[in-house]
């Protein structure tokens, strides 16, 4: 079946840094890739749309300048959240189109903390 | 893509059918109703889907009702490890569409 590889799964960083977190489609191509974003005993919440070879597109209220989203490769799309503040800490999901054409695969999540 | 409502917590003995219900009253045409679960601190699982038809698979069933305005997913043995938050999604042919997550239920198996 469809395997999104994410990693990593945790993360601190310190204030002010940039944090990388990738995610892999392991068996099949994802022309398009999601990135969510969760908080404690919240729901998903969809950040942006990663779209293979041209810009993401985010949704109302995400700073696109301060979540980069780079989807480079058919199998690869990668969200740098930059300058990070503790405001930022959160659990990040990724997730992709299966092969089946109806279900989506997500990954396992990053928890990031920034102290 | 058209609102859900499902009840935010419910509790089901081991062993038991758990019987999650769920209504989208605004649900469209060509929108099929989705089911995953998220097990705490993990990303979320496909389980399910249907656009019309009841369904089954090795891990549950999806009856929707005959106007498609409410489905239930129905686990038919819950076990320890079922306990997670679920969520009922309706959305157009994957691919051509985002999910969105609402609140979900958190179920809870009981021992």
């Known amino acids: 079946g469809a395997v999104v590889s994410q990693h990593p799964s945790r993360v601190i960083c310190k204030s002010g840094t940039s944090v990388k977190i990738e995610c892999r489609s392991l068996?099949?191509?994802?022309?398009?890739m999601f990135w969510y974003r969760q908080f404690p005993k919240q729901s998903l919440m969809l950040m942006a749309t990663?779209?293979?070879?041209?810009?993401?597109?985010?949704e109302q209220g995400v700073e696109k300048d301060k979540f980069l989203i780079n989807h480079a490769s058919l199998t690869l799309s990668t969200l740098t959240v930059t300058s990070a503040h503790p405001e930022d800490s959160s659990f990040y999901i990724c997730?992709?189109?299966?092969?089946?054409?109806?279900?989506?695969?997500f990954g396992s999540g990053t928890r990031l903390t920034v102290v | 893509d058209a609102k859900t409502t499902q009840p935010p917590s419910m509790d089901c003995a081991e062993g038991r059918a758990a019987n999650l219900p769920c209504n989208h009253s605004t649900i469209s045409g060509n929108e099929y109703v989705y089911w995953y679960r998220q097990i705490h601190s993990q990303g979320p699982q496909y389980i399910i889907h249907g656009l019309k038809n009841n369904e089954t698979n090795e891990m549950a069933s999806l009856i929707i009702t005959e106007d498609r305005k409410s489905s239930t997913l129905i686990l038919p043995h819950a076990t320890l490890r079922d306990t997670a938050v679920y969520y009922c999604?309706?959305?157009?042919?994957?691919?051509?569409?985002?999910?969105?997550f609402g609140t979900g239920t958190r179920l809870t198996v009981i021992p």
């Open positions: 999604i309706v959305s157009a042919r994957a691919g051509a569409n985002n999910l969105f």
């Open positions: 997730s992709a189109q299966g092969q089946n054409n109806y279900g989506y695969t």
């Open positions: 068996d099949f191509q994802a022309t398009t």
């Open positions: 990663s779209n293979e070879g041209s810009k993401a597109t985010y």
